[in-house]
């Protein structure tokens, strides 16, 4: 028989090891959700709990450390859920549901066919649309055709990059082959007797060096952004630059226009329609409102395909990032230089260091050179933008390849980079002992006496530029910084999330003049509905003059519909 003063003794022990055990294994940090990590655990605690003696003081002792986490915790998400109770979205009875997933809805944006291409098959069709993240991409056709032969193959359809949950109108690519030259388009679902024509285009051929694409115009007060990164990237070498324009304040195409006389640059217009309450009510939510950066993800696509059998190098970027040229007099010679180091990158990604520059808020004291020689550079990197090779890289995103056959390269950060650019306005350079000059870091002369537009005579014709005090461009920050700042925040708290664009914000409008690219559209369906799809009457965007100040939204009258 077990002796009693060993039982207890040995009792003690073990209570003596719990008590050790609650002090020093609940070191515990409790997180705002309440969820515990334990970070130190001591061998006795171990043992006692395999064999299953574990103190219940133990665990009072962790809900007492953390009662208050726990309290609120609960509160905060019995109230997220009051909240969703409240705001569920409606329900959708079978009818509707069966009509939402079968009927497919696509607004249509351009059409290419590539008889042949540096990436594609020959005799293939592109094209890009808007749809709904929900969108059945299976059992789409193309039917083409010419004077002898007609075909009907399988359309293969991929959103253009990962897509985002909370942007529900998303941009995607159909690709299928075709007959040589074809005479006609159509999409249709196989089986259908009916189908849908949609115009082609060519994309451009003209050799090139570099083309840049950038993200579109929107609201564009910054006459002196737009105008320092189109002649400064002339100067280092661009061959050829491509800016949409949704909208921009005052006579900014009129002062880039001799640029676009010369060749070097191309404004072409973008669109953000307002497609109907119609289809608003049928979706749930505004397209407008529900796309990735107020359409760039489209402008950027465009671009590409226009100009990716033109071009050695592509380059994406927004108004106010630059590349520099560090391995060469230019950036041909720069790009050239990583393509030889990386020959089948899909793209090649430069981090950007962040920089000051000064300039004036007035055209009659405005200097590409000065303005050019007063930016510092910080060694404040932020995330890098990319040089895209349109042999190994189907399609750009803002910062990287959306779908490419390739890894990306990744340049080293000590041995280029490009810079991103924060303006200020009739002030003096940001100078402090963590910049450097842009001089000590390129080569800048070529910039002193030669600029592509003549300011003299810009002087003396344009008089209508924005002053920095209106607020189109402070709202557009604070409204893209408060979205952002959402998503920084726990789920329970964000429900529901508003897609990260711009158009999600109230823009008030404003007495200036403003330029504002819009078109007209018309639906196109087949015979049971299956497909509908929103066509442009025109391929180019129709720019109209407004005085109450800039606006999207904006769809000229549909002339027909089916």
Same mark, same amino acid.
């Given at each position: 028989?077990?002796?009693?003063?060993?039982?207890?003794?040995?009792?003690?022990?073990?209570?003596?090891?719990?008590?050790?055990?609650?002090?020093?294994?609940?070191?515990?940090?409790?997180?705002?959700?309440?969820?515990?990590?334990?970070?130190?655990?001591?061998?006795?605690?171990?043992?006692?709990?395999?064999?299953?003696?574990?103190?219940?003081?133990?665990?009072?002792?962790?809900?007492?450390?953390?009662?208050?986490?726990?309290?609120?915790?609960?509160? %905060?998400?019995?109230?997220?859920?009051?909240?969703?109770?409240?705001?569920?979205?409606?329900?959708?009875?079978?009818?509707?549901?069966?009509?939402?997933?079968?009927?497919?809805?696509? +607004?249509?944006?351009?059409?290419?066919?590539?008889?042949?291409?540096?990436?594609?098959?020959?005799?293939?069709?592109?094209?890009?649309?808007?749809?709904?993240?929900?969108?059945?991409?299976?059992?789409?056709?193309?039917?083409?055709?010419?004077?002898?032969?007609?075909?009907?193959?399988?359309?293969?359809?991929?959103?253009?990059?990962?897509?985002?949950?909370?942007?529900?109108?998303?941009?995607?690519?159909?690709?299928?082959?075709?007959?040589?030259?074809?005479?006609?388009?159509?999409?249709?679902?196989?089986?259908?007797?009916?189908?849908?024509?949609?115009?082609?285009?060519?994309?451009?051929?003209?050799?090139?060096?570099?083309?840049?694409?950038?993200?579109?115009?929107?609201?564009?007060?910054? %006459? $002196?952004?737009?105008?320092?990164?189109?002649?400064?990237?002339?100067?280092?070498?661009?061959?050829?630059?491509?800016?949409?324009?949704?909208?921009?304040?005052?006579?900014?195409?009129?002062?880039?226009?001799?640029?676009?006389?010369?060749?070097?640059?191309?404004?072409?217009?973008?669109?953000?329609?307002?497609?109907?309450?119609?289809?608003?009510?049928?979706?749930?939510?505004?397209?407008? $409102? +529900?796309?990735?950066?107020?359409?760039?993800?489209?402008?950027?696509?465009?671009?590409?395909?226009?100009?990716?059998?033109?071009?050695?190098?592509?380059?994406?970027?927004?108004?106010?990032?630059?590349?520099?040229?560090?391995?060469?007099?230019?950036?041909?010679?720069?790009?050239?230089?990583?393509?030889?180091?990386?020959?089948? *990158?899909? *793209?090649?990604?430069?981090?950007?260091?962040?920089?000051?520059?000064?300039?004036?808020?007035?055209?009659?004291?405005?200097?590409?050179?000065?303005?050019?020689?007063?930016?510092?550079?910080?060694?404040?990197?932020?995330?890098?933008?990319?040089?895209?090779?349109?042999?190994? *890289?189907?399609?750009? %995103?803002?910062?990287?390849?959306?779908?490419?056959?390739?890894?990306?390269?990744?340049?080293?950060?000590?041995?280029?980079?490009?810079?991103?650019?924060?303006?200020?306005?009739?002030?003096?350079?940001?100078?402090?002992?963590?910049?450097?000059?842009?001089?000590?870091?390129?080569?800048?002369?070529?910039?002193?006496?030669?600029?592509?537009?003549?300011?003299?005579?810009?002087? *003396?014709?344009?008089?209508?530029?924005?002053?920095?005090?209106?607020?189109?461009?402070?709202?557009?920050?604070?409204?893209?910084?408060?979205?952002?700042?959402?998503?920084?925040?726990?789920?329970?708290?964000?429900?529901?999330?508003?897609?990260?664009?711009?158009?999600?914000?109230?823009?008030?409008?404003?007495?200036?003049?403003?330029?504002?690219?819009?078109?007209?559209?018309?639906?196109?369906?087949?015979?049971?509905?299956?497909?509908?799809?929103?066509?442009?009457?025109?391929?180019?965007?129709?720019?109209?003059?407004?005085?109450?100040?800039?606006? %999207?939204?904006?769809?000229?009258?549909?002339?027909?519909?089916?």
């Amino acid at each position: 028989m077990m002796n009693n003063r060993y039982v207890n003794n040995g009792h003690a022990k073990q209570r003596a090891i719990l008590k050790r055990a609650d002090k020093q294994v609940v070191h515990i940090t409790c997180s705002c959700l309440g969820s515990l990590v334990f970070v130190s655990e001591i061998s006795d605690e171990k043992r006692l709990r395999a064999s299953g003696m574990i103190s219940k003081s133990f665990f009072v002792s962790i809900l007492k450390r953390c009662k208050i986490v726990l309290i609120v915790s609960f509160l %905060w998400f019995l109230a997220t859920m009051v909240f969703v109770v409240l705001n569920r979205e409606k329900a959708v009875d079978h009818e509707t549901a069966v009509e939402y997933f079968e009927k497919q809805v696509i +607004a249509v944006q351009t059409g290419f066919y590539y008889n042949s291409s540096v990436f594609y098959p020959d005799n293939t069709i592109v094209l890009l649309f808007f749809g709904d993240i929900k969108l059945n991409s299976t059992g789409f056709a193309c039917v083409t055709g010419n004077e002898t032969i007609s075909t009907n193959t399988t359309a293969r359809i991929r959103s253009v990059a990962a897509k985002t949950a909370i942007c529900r109108w998303t941009t995607y690519i159909l690709t299928c082959p075709s007959v040589m030259n074809p005479s006609n388009f159509h999409l249709t679902i196989h089986n259908l007797p009916s189908n849908i024509t949609i115009p082609l285009e060519l994309p451009s051929r003209k050799p090139r060096g570099i083309v840049a694409c950038y993200a579109p115009m929107f609201y564009e007060q910054r %006459w $002196q952004v737009v105008t320092m990164i189109h002649e400064l990237n002339a100067g280092f070498g661009v061959d050829f630059q491509v800016h949409y324009v949704q909208s921009v304040v005052g006579e900014v195409m009129e002062l880039l226009d001799p640029m676009v006389k010369q060749g070097l640059l191309e404004l072409r217009g973008l669109d953000i329609p307002d497609y109907g309450i119609e289809l608003t009510r049928k979706l749930g939510y505004n397209p407008a $409102q +529900a796309t990735e950066a107020r359409h760039q993800v489209m402008a950027l696509q465009d671009c590409y395909f226009r100009y990716r059998e033109s071009a050695e190098f592509i380059m994406i970027s927004d108004p106010d990032d630059l590349f520099l040229p560090h391995k060469g007099d230019n950036l041909y010679d720069e790009f050239s230089y990583w393509k030889n180091m990386a020959p089948t *990158a899909s *793209a090649w990604t430069f981090s950007r260091n962040f920089s000051y520059i000064a300039t004036t808020s007035r055209l009659e004291t405005f200097s590409v050179a000065d303005t050019l020689n007063s930016i510092y550079l910080t060694e404040r990197s932020e995330v890098g933008k990319s040089v895209y090779n349109p042999k190994y *890289a189907e399609t750009p %995103w803002i910062h990287w390849p959306g779908l490419n056959n390739t890894p990306t390269f990744v340049v080293p950060y000590g041995e280029s980079y490009g810079v991103h650019l924060k303006y200020n306005y009739d002030e003096p350079p940001m100078k402090t002992n963590y910049t450097k000059n842009i001089a000590k870091v390129v080569d800048v002369t070529r910039f002193e006496n030669h600029t592509f537009i003549d300011y003299n005579i810009a002087k *003396a014709t344009i008089t209508d530029l924005a002053d920095p005090s209106l607020e189109y461009a402070e709202w557009i920050t604070v409204c893209r910084n408060r979205i952002h700042r959402l998503y920084q925040i726990p789920v329970l708290m964000t429900y529901p999330k508003m897609c990260t664009t711009v158009t999600s914000c109230s823009l008030p409008d404003r007495n200036v003049n403003c330029t504002v690219a819009v078109r007209s559209y018309k639906t196109k369906c087949t015979q049971d509905q299956r497909i509908c799809a929103m066509l442009p009457d025109t391929v180019l965007s129709n720019f109209v003059k407004r005085s109450n100040g800039c606006a %999207w939204g904006i769809t000229m009258p549909s002339v027909a519909k089916n």
